[in-house]
């Protein structure tokens, strides 16, 4: 695991949204077909996509605020966030996949961004961060309780994993969230029958169960999603609220949720929830971004 810092640089490229000479589509695909199971799709996210991940930052509190990105991919979402954070923020940036890792460690944007933010990579999986290894004792004091965030964005390609990972990812989160933190993941339509109909039935079994799994998830902190049907494929984007505490969404014999004592920030006070739509079929995507969740 590699874990740094990456230091401003001066003369921003333009424009400042894309990539230089548009590589990031030829990775994302190279890297698809290579290892499909950790990337969960064969291009990077489009801008409705990214904005909509991005939401929590966009509508944020006036005060600094600490960010994680789990699953970057090339950048779409990561260079967003690095547009739109302010001097005294932080952005923690993990990403498992060794060329995608590279590929935001040179990234000029990111190294241009302004230079009273702070940008942390770990080229590591979520799970493996040091702080993410064993929850905090009951009772430990909130400096030893490790990093928390007030919003984490999600580019996990859920539905690839088994069901149990995904609750162990979820729970995760949780423990990460500062009490009223906030989080957004997205997922593709229309996956659960294409997976059945060209996986099979245990395939398809493991795919539906991960679905429901997400769906419970949301009913317990759900505050809306938002059906982005000019992303390829289609998408849709959720934005959830940790309460704090220990929580009990997830399956008889599942692992509770730490409570979550002492944020690294100040919580973001309550905001109205969003206005939501409803997808019957999705599938968790990678590497990405969203389109403006209302709220």
């Known amino acids: ?46 801008p409705e996509l990214v904005n909509a991940l991005v939401v929590p930052v ?26 739109v954070l302010r001097p005294g923020d932080r952005l923690h940036v993990v990403e498992a996949n060794p060329r995608f890792a590279e590929r935001l460690r040179e990234d000029p944007v990111l ?25 905090a004792p009951e009772g430990a004091r909130a400096e030893d309780r490790g990093q928390r965030y007030d919003v984490i964005v999600s580019g996990l390609p859920f539905t ?9 990812i979820l729970d995760l989160y949780l423990r990460l969230l500062a009490p009223g933190g ?21 395939r398809g079994a493991r795919h539906r169960a991960v679905v429901r799994l997400l ?43 730490e409570p979550a004592v002492g944020p690294a920030v100040e919580p973001a006070p309550p905001s109205k929830a969003p206005s939501t739509t409803t997808a019957t079929d999705t599938a968790t995507g990678s590497a990405g971004g969203a389109a403006p969740v209302p709220r």
Request: charged share 20%; proline share 11%.
């Open 160 to 168: 690839n994993f088994e069901p149990a990972q995904v609750r162990d």
């Open 1 to 46: 695991m590699t874990n740094e810092r990456l230091h401003h640089r001066p003369d921003p490229p333009s424009p400042l949204y894309s990539s230089p000479a548009g590589g990031d589509h030829l990775l994302f695909l190279a890297e698809a077909l290579r290892t499909f199971h950790d990337t969960g799709a064969l291009a990077p996210s489009g």
């Open 215 to 257: 769906r419970r998830f949301e009913e317990a902190y759900g505050l809306g999603e938002r059906t982005v049907w000019r992303n390829v494929p289609p998408a849709r984007a959720c934005l959830l609220r940790s309460p704090g505490g220990r929580e009990t969404w997830a399956p008889t014999g599942s692992p509770a949720v």
């Open 111 to 135: 190294a241009a961004r302004h230079p009273g933010v702070g940008l942390r990579l770990s080229a590591c999986r979520v799970e493996e961060l040091p702080e993410c290894r064993r929850p």
């Open 182 to 202: 906030e989080l957004t993941y997205f997922g593709y339509l229309g996956t659960t029958t294409a997976r059945s109909l060209t996986s099979g039935p245990r």
């Open 58 to 83: 966009t509508s944020r509190p006036n005060r600094p605020i600490s960010v994680l990105e789990v699953g970057a991919g090339t950048g779409v979402v990561t260079r967003r966030l690095a547009q």
